[in-house]
C-alpha cells in the first residue's frame, strides 16, 4: 500500500463523525467498517487493537475543531444553546473541513452555510444568522490588514469628488436584533483567550456554566466592526452613515455615495452638517486609507 | 552540535514558547530570556495584535519560528499561499532556522489540524524529503524537522523510527529538531528503548531540542505539553546533549499554562544538564 493510499484512508478514518459518547464508529457514513480500514493500515500492540490506535486520532480530530469552532463563536453558541451548537457544528464541519493551514479560517464558510441550513437555528433563526456574521466580522476585524491611513494633507489634496477607500479591518453590518450588545454580554464571561499550539487534545473544552444573558428584542441595528489600538470594538452607524460607508466600500465616489441616501426627512443644511461630522470622525478613527 | 549550518551557526540558549498568557509580562517586566520560539501560523496574519505584539518582542529577543502545518508528509504538493505567508514572516523575524514536525496532515486540500504519523518507508522518505528540499529553496532559511509523538504504527513501516527520521534528513540535507519528550512518549506507545533513538539518530544534524511534560492514559500516553518535564525525559535529555553538545532548548507547555516565571523555570533546568554532562 502507498502513501497516498494509506493517508488517503487514515485521513477518511479520522473525519469520520464520532458516536455520541465521543468514541469512534464502528462504520463510516457509507456504511464501510471502520475496524477493518484500521487493520487494513495500522498495527495492533500488546496494549490497543488497530481500531483504539486509530480512534486516538478520530477522537482528537474532533475535539480539537469542535473546539476551536466553540471558540469562535460563542455567540451563537450561546443564542441556540450547547447541544444544538455541536449537532450544527459538527454537520459544518462535515460539510466544510478545513482547507485553510490555521484554524483561524475554521468558520469562515459558516455564515454562508447556515443560510441554506436553517433547521440547526429554526428557534431565533434570524437573531442567529445576525450573530454568526457578527462573530465572523469579529475575526476578521482583529487581524485583517492596516493601510497607510490618509493624513490631512492627504484629504487635503484629493480632487472634488474622491473614492475613498476602507481599512480592510472595517466590516459594516445591517442587522435585525442588537447582537453586539448580546455578544459583549456573553463575551464577559468568556473565560481566557488562548492560542493554537498544542498536539495533542485530551478532553472538550468545559462546557459555559455561566448564566446566558437575556436573548435580545428585535431592532435594526446597522453596525461598524473595526479595530483600535489592536481591539476589536462595535460602533453604531445612522442609517444614511452606514449607506455611505457601504457605497464607498463598493467603489461609489463621495457625491455618488452621498447621492445613494434618502434624504427627505432632513435639511440640507441638516444632512451636509451630519455628513462633514461623520467624515471628521471616521477619519480621525483612521477608516480611510491610501489603497484598499 | 552547538552552532552548525542546521541552525544558522548560532549559539541560542534556553528557550520557551511564546503564550498569549505571558504576553503582558514579558512585554512590561521584560524577563532575561535566551530566546522564545513562536508558532509561525498564529503570526501569519495581515495585521492586528498578533503582528504587533510581535514586533514588541522582536525588539527585545531573538526568536525562532516553529510551523504546525507545513506536513512535509503529505502527499499533495505544498500549499503555495502558505508558503508565501511564511516567507513574509521569516523575513519579519529573522529567525534562524525554521521548524516543522517529521508528519502528514492535509489530503486533497482539507486539514486535519493534527500531526499524524507517518510510516515508515522508503517511498514516504523519498517524497517528503522532496518537500522538505523544495520549502528551503523557497524560503531561503535553513529547515528542521521534528520528530512527533505517535500513537499508532503502519503495516507497511520498513524501518525504524529514528532510521526514518535519519533517512528523510539525509535525503532532504536538513537538520533536526529532537523533541525528547515526544521519543519518551512514542517509546512507551511502541515499545522501543528511547536511549536507542537518541543514540542513532545523526547528532551533526542537531539544531535544536524540545522538552515537555505529557499525560499518561491506562493503555498510552498523550503529547499534551501540561505537565513539568518528568525524569525519563530529562534523562533522555542529559544524554541528547551528552552526543550533541550544548544546543538549542526550548520547553514547551501549551496548555493548563502556569505562570511564566514557572514556565522559565522549568526550561532553565537544562541549564544543569548541560553543566553536569559538556560543562558548558
Not at chain 1, 491611513?149 to 472595517?170: I, K, W
Request: proline share 5%; net charge negative.
Amino acid at each position: 500500500m502507498d502513501l497516498d493510499h494509506i493517508q488517503h484512508r487514515m485521513f477518511d478514518a479520522v473525519r469520520q463523525p464520532l458516536t455520541a459518547t465521543e468514541r469512534m464508529r464502528q462504520r463510516t457514513r457509507d456504511g464501510r467498517s471502520l475496524r477493518g480500514i484500521a487493520e487494513e493500515i495500522i498495527k495492533p500492540n500488546d496494549r490497543l487493537t488497530s481500531f483504539e490506535r486509530l480512534e486516538i486520532y478520530n477522537r482528537q480530530y474532533w475535539f480539537r475543531i469542535l473546539s476551536a469552532l466553540s471558540e469562535d463563536f460563542p455567540g451563537l453558541r450561546a443564542i441556540i444553546g450547547e447541544r444544538p451548537f455541536e449537532k450544527l457544528a459538527i454537520a459544518y464541519l462535515l460539510d466544510c473541513p478545513s482547507q485553510s493551514f490555521t484554524l483561524r479560517n475554521l468558520g469562515s464558510r459558516l455564515p454562508l452555510w447556515l443560510l441554506s441550513h436553517r433547521e440547526y437555528i429554526a428557534k431565533s433563526e434570524r437573531l442567529a444568522l445576525d450573530m454568526v456574521r457578527l462573530e465572523w466580522a469579529q475575526i476578521e476585524a482583529f487581524d485583517e490588514a492596516a493601510n497607510p491611513r490618509l493624513s490631512q494633507e492627504d484629504l487635503a489634496g484629493l480632487g472634488p469628488d474622491p473614492r475613498f477607500h476602507l481599512q480592510p479591518y472595517v466590516r459594516l453590518l445591517e442587522l435585525s436584533y442588537p447582537a453586539d450588545d448580546f455578544l459583549i454580554a456573553v463575551q464577559r464571561t468568556k473565560e481566557e483567550e488562548i492560542d493554537i499550539v498544542s498536539n495533542a487534545v485530551t478532553e472538550r473544552t468545559t462546557r459555559s456554566r455561566a448564566k446566558r444573558p437575556p436573548l435580545p428584542k428585535p431592532e435594526k441595528i446597522f453596525l461598524a466592526v473595526h479595530r483600535a489600538d489592536y481591539s476589536v470594538y462595535f460602533k453604531r452607524l445612522d442609517h444614511e452613515a452606514f449607506a455611505i460607508l457601504c457605497a464607498l466600500r463598493d467603489g461609489k465616489s463621495l457625491s455618488e455615495a452621498v447621492d445613494s441616501v434618502d434624504w427627505s426627512n432632513r435639511s440640507v443644511e441638516e444632512s451636509s452638517a451630519e455628513v462633514q461630522q461623520w467624515f471628521a470622525y471616521w477619519s480621525a478613527q483612521g477608516w480611510f486609507c491610501k489603497n484598499a | 552540535m552547538p552552532a552548525n549550518r542546521f541552525n544558522g551557526f548560532t549559539q541560542y540558549g534556553v528557550g520557551i514558547g511564546l503564550r498569549i498568557p505571558h504576553y503582558n509580562h514579558i512585554l512590561e517586566k521584560k524577563p532575561v530570556v535566551d530566546w522564545f520560539e513562536i508558532i509561525s501560523e498564529n503570526f501569519m496574519v495581515d495585521g492586528g495584535r498578533p503582528l504587533h505584539v510581535l514586533d514588541q518582542i522582536l525588539e527585545q529577543y531573538r526568536v525562532v519560528q516553529h510551523g504546525v502545518s507545513m506536513y512535509f508528509g503529505s502527499v499533495e504538493r505544498l500549499n503555495r499561499e502558505h508558503l508565501k505567508r511564511l516567507k513574509a514572516l521569516v523575513k519579519r523575524t529573522k529567525t534562524p532556522w525554521l521548524s516543522d514536525h517529521l508528519c502528514w496532515g492535509s489530503v486533497d486540500g482539507t486539514y486535519s489540524h493534527d500531526l499524524l504519523p507517518m510510516p515508515y518507508t522508503f517511498e514516504a522518505a523519498a517524497k517528503t524529503a522532496q518537500k522538505i528540499r523544495a520549502a528551503r529553496d523557497f524560503l531561503e532559511v535553513p529547515i528542521v524537522v521534528e520528530n512527533v509523538s505517535s500513537y499508532a504504527e503502519f503495516h507497511t513501516s520498513e524501518m525504524s523510527e529514528w532510521e526514518f527520521l535519519t533517512e528523510v534528513v539525509e535525503r532532504a540535507d536538513c537538520g533536526i529538531l529532537l523533541d525528547v519528550n515526544n521519543i519518551y512518549v512514542s517509546s512507551r506507545n511502541h515499545g522501543f528503548d528511547p536511549l536507542d533513538y537518541v543514540n542513532h539518530v545523526p547528532h551533526e544534524r542537531v539544531a535544536q531540542i524540545h522538552i515537555a511534560g505529557h499525560s499518561k492514559f491506562e493503555k498510552y500516553i498523550l503529547d499534551t505539553h501540561d505537565h513539568p518535564v518528568i525524569d525519563p525525559v530529562w534523562a533522555l535529555y542529559a544524554r541528547a546533549i551528552e552526543l550533541t553538545g550544548p544546543t538549542a532548548t526550548l520547553l514547551e507547555w501549551d496548555d493548563h499554562i502556569p505562570s511564566f516565571d514557572e514556565v522559565h523555570g522549568e526550561a532553565l533546568k537544562a541549564n544543569r544538564y548541560v553543566a553536569e554532562k559538556v560543562g558548558a
